[in-house]
């Protein structure tokens, strides 16, 4: 209960509704016999209706669709998935030490600016410096494509790069902003390494044309088919590459 | 889930009157309820305190005004460094009658446009406020008060000094 006579803070409750009956009678009752003071709190209450109606307005905006719950959800699960899939590229990176790292950070963040740029990074992590263990080997029971296929299913046929001297003899799975990728390294006699490099063409479906390009000393012949993008990555001004710009057919 | 969506969307039109008090304008309005939105959905689980949704979401989106608000006034103080003048002070000249309640409430501080919209166009209790702002229900009060007082004399049509459009 309050006390009379009410202080300014108890004006302004009995302003805002915040007094129980007994306490709201007692202002309105004090109020009565004080007419200066009965003049500020009808002011004050006239600034509060009038904001609520200037105010009202606001309540009536067309509705925007972004702001839409079910649309912010579903925004947040893409975007926690993409988390996710850079996390687990880290996670890779964290076997891997420091510096390397980086590098599979890089690999998933230059992924989107060019063409399978995770496919030459990949082969320099993995071909080049020979950074981790493959996850299936062909000695071990010698069918790349059977591996391959328990992974991408209707994915283009591994080609055939035995006329130049090239067999599958490695393979390993990778996490990538754009969705699971393998890689498969193609070996000859003299230990140079070709990579080809599968993976989905990722959430907004970006399909390739094929083509080329070079970066640094790595070369890339890329393509779309079958529902996922490929590269095939090799050393530059090696008769290899001459041999995957000219002779392959995808 | 579903259920949820739906108390977010009774609520959202509230967000929206609210942001559009605070940032003066439609579209910066509608990006701060969405990051409010974002904030809320991804910290749902953890976060989501016992009581009131909407003074739950009304607290979140106030700090978020108030983060983005500190860092673009820092931002325009590093501007007035090198370019040597402030286009965000109010000259003289500049100065405004207040004609209208809404245009007296434009001027109030950020707090005390937060404090009357929630007290008296949404009718929160001292309570709920002294959570949000994380004071005591007194300190609440009397700046309620103060603000009152400001709107008072604003809607009066009294000239406004710009230093009072500062009031912190």
Partial sequence: MISMPPSERDLHAYVDHQLDADD??????????????????????????????????????????????????????????????????LLIAVGMGGFSGWKAREMTLLSAAQPMADAMQAYRLFAQQGMLPADYKVSDNGDM??????????????????????????????????GPAAMVVYEDGSAN??????????????????????????????????????????????????MLRQTVKF | MNDIDEQLREIIPRLRRFALSLTRNASSADDLVQSCLERALSSWGDKRAEGDLRAWLFAILYRQFLDAHRRSRRYARMLEFFTGRDDSQPSAERTVLAQSTLQAFDQLSTEQRALLLWVSVEGMSYKEVAAILDVPTGTVMSRLSRARQALRQLSDGEITRPSLRRLK
């Fill in chain 1, 24 to 89: 709201r009678r007692r202002v309105e009752t004090f109020l009565a016999g004080n007419p200066s003071l009965s003049a500020q709190v009808r002011a004050w209450q006239q600034d509060a209706q009038q904001l609520r109606a200037a105010l009202g307005g606001a309540l009536q905006q067309a509705a925007n669709p972004a702001l839409d719950p079910a649309l912010i959800r579903q925004r947040l699960k893409r975007q926690s998935r993409r988390h996710l899939a850079s996390a687990a590229v």
């Fill in chain 1, 145 to 178: 494509q059977g591996w391959l296929d328990r992974y991408f299913t209707q994915a283009n046929r591994l080609p055939d790069l035995s006329r130049a001297g090239f067999t599958p003899v490695s393979g390993r799975l990778l996490s990538t902003e754009q």
């Fill in chain 1, 193 to 242: 390494k070709i990579s080809f490099y599968v993976r989905p063409p990722g959430p907004r479906n970006f399909l390739l044309p094929r083509g080329s390009r070079s970066d640094g000393e790595l070369q890339a012949e890329y393509w779309s088919g079958g529902g996922y993008n490929y590269a095939m990555v090799s050393p530059n001004d090696t008769p290899a590459a001459q």
